[in-house]
């Protein structure tokens, strides 16, 4: 659906080509495409169809539209000279820092700030105003948006360089790592150009400090799975890790990743087997949901693995016998020919089962069927 979504503006794009501008037809189109540029990610997010495809479209609609939308335009506009000169001033800012951060961090900036959701947004509804304020003016304050956005994307850029710097040379205090992964973790705007640094923290750090990292890189990983894959051989080391907060934490990211994108935990899957059976009910636990997060998309790896969940419908954890039938849930919406074999299980522990919270799992198993 958001790819779809996506088509549409690449379409809407086009088809401004045809229409004479500020026409009707043209600001019909416009706003079509606009809006779609809003709601496709948050469609993509809610439907959990987040892909990398998914993101490099919607990249090539963006540049489409704003191409067409200047050839539509800028010939009408008659925009004084030095809107052009402050235009090639914030361009070059723009470009310097997205060839430093490839030098120094061998990755392209992409900074989805706040500031630089605002200039998009001003910058969209600048043809809307031509009616009602002179271009000069309208066309002044999306400006000094987008150098403010450009001069703090760069600062901010060089300040994260500096602080992986900074990790590798001293072990910062944990509560104030902490507090920084916290409010990393609230700004999801800023998760993709901050995961080499996030990954760079899974060396030397304490068990809290480690286990935050793992968790922050499976979510970041089902957003970017692309940019969290150099990362995921040291996340499955964590795998054979004494700290059963660790083993969990390692699962979890996999499981988020490899919901994004099998491929890239593919190397690293079978070994996520061998916990199924670890001594800690929280790390069973957490290889359930890890399944269930990669069966959601990649469900026929799971073929002959299912006898492994029925086992656990009887493990002696409660918490985990009740996560074990949202596995069958899970793959009975998506393969239901291969729960059938189980159904009858599922039916008498739906029945009796003395945990009220399995009955109500294992009934809603068998409803996928």
């Not at 493990?315 to 009740?322: A, N, S």
Request: aromatic share 10%.
């Amino acid at each position: 659906m958001a790819n779809l979504i996506t088509a549409i503006r690449i379409l809407c794009s086009i088809a401004l080509l045809f229409c004479a501008a500020l026409s009707p037809w043209f600001y019909a189109l416009y706003l079509t495409a606009g809006v779609s540029d809003m709601v496709d990610g948050w469609v993509a997010r809610k439907t959990n169809t987040v892909s990398d495809f998914g993101s490099k479209l919607d990249t090539v609609a963006d540049i489409i539209f704003v191409v067409i939308c200047l050839v539509k335009l800028l010939p009408i506009l008659h925009l004084p000279v030095w809107i052009y000169a402050w235009v090639g001033i914030i361009a070059c800012i723009k470009v310097f820092n997205i060839v430093y951060s490839y030098i120094v961090r061998k990755q392209f900036l992409a900074d989805h700030s706040i500031l630089n959701k605002v200039t998009g947004a001003l910058l969209f509804l600048l043809p809307l105003t031509l009616s009602v304020i002179d271009v000069k003016y309208s066309a002044a304050v999306v400006c000094a948006v987008a150098t403010a956005a450009a001069v703090k994307e760069g600062v901010r850029e060089k300040h994260r360089i500096f602080a992986a710097s900074k990790s590798r040379i001293r072990i910062m205090n944990d509560k104030e790592l902490y507090r920084e992964l916290g409010t990393l973790t609230k700004k999801k705007w800023d998760w993709k150009a901050n995961i080499a640094y996030v990954g760079a923290l899974l060396e030397n750090h304490s068990p809290k400090i480690t286990a935050k990292v793992l968790w922050l890189l499976g979510e970041m990983g089902l957003l970017y799975p692309e940019e969290t894959a150099p990362f995921v051989e040291k996340i499955a080391s964590f795998l054979d890790s004494q700290e059963v907060l660790l083993r969990e934490r390692a699962l979890n990211a996999l499981g988020r990743i490899g919901r994004a994108r099998f491929e890239t935990v593919k190397p690293y899957w079978e070994r996520m087997f061998t916990l199924v059976t670890d001594d800690n009910p929280r790390v069973r636990l957490a290889f359930i949901w890890a399944s269930e997060n990669i069966a959601t998309n990649t469900p026929d790896a799971y073929e002959s693995h299912l006898p492994l969940f029925t086992e656990l419908l009887h493990d002696k954890d409660e918490k985990v016998r009740m996560e074990a039938p949202e596995m069958f849930r899970v793959m009975g919406k998506r393969r239901p020919q291969w729960i059938k074999p189980y159904l009858e299980e599922l039916q008498r522990l739906a029945e009796a089962d003395a945990n009220p919270v399995v009955r109500i799992h294992c009934a809603g198993a068998i409803r996928m069927i």
